[in-house]
């Protein structure tokens, strides 16, 4: 909602794989909320730290709102829950409807929401980092498959040591 635990963790994650198949030169991402509470904040430090454990580095990130522009920049918005996606449809206007997705339909078995970590411990920010490593990868393959894009990446299984939107 507020665009500092579960959004920038998926980006951080979803860049960190982009990066890691050399294919940052063709597939950009960012995030965004769909309420402006935080908007200019950096993230959650708690999912920073979550983030940080597995190298992953989203501190220089800023919240930010969602606009009806980002469905004609980006090819696809994705949700990270039902509640957000349904704040997100009215913004997709005629023809960006078919852009916008939950995160979590690139990790079959996963559900469909990403739960919010914000009001728990660090277990959630854990579990939301398993489940953007989860989605991001399946996003990575979608993509690579459906844009026919060549990719170093070879290891769907592949965990960050100690990855909505493109």
């Known amino acids: 909602m507020g665009n500092i635990c579960r959004s920038p963790t998926a ?13 940052d030169h ?13 908007i200019g904040n ?21 919240a930010r709102k969602a ?11 994705l949700a990270m ?3 957000n ?4 449809a009215p913004l997709a206007g005629e023809g960006g409807a078919d852009r916008l997705r939950l995160f979590l339909e690139f990790a079959p078995g996963h559900g469909e929401n990403v739960p919010d970590p914000y009001y728990g411990g ?9 489940l953007c490593e989860a989605a991001g990868r399946g996003l990575l393959d979608h993509l690579v498959q459906t844009h026919g894009l060549t990719s170093q990446y ?7 040591s100690s990855g909505s939107r493109k």
């Open 11 to 23: 980006q951080g994650v979803f860049a960190a794989l982009v990066r890691e198949a050399g294919l």
């Open 26 to 38: 063709v597939i950009a991402c960012d995030s965004a909320g769909t309420s402006h509470y935080h």
């Open 42 to 62: 950096s993230p959650d430090p708690r999912a920073c730290r979550a983030a940080a454990k597995r190298g992953i580095e989203i501190g220089h990130l800023r």
């Open 67 to 77: 606009q009806a522009e980002d469905f004609a920049e980006f090819d696809l918005v």
């Open 81 to 83: 829950d039902r509640a």
């Open 85 to 88: 996606y349904r704040n997100l």
């Open 122 to 130: 660090g277990d959630g920010f854990e579990r939301v980092l398993d």
């Open 154 to 160: 070879t290891d769907s299984s592949t965990r960050f």
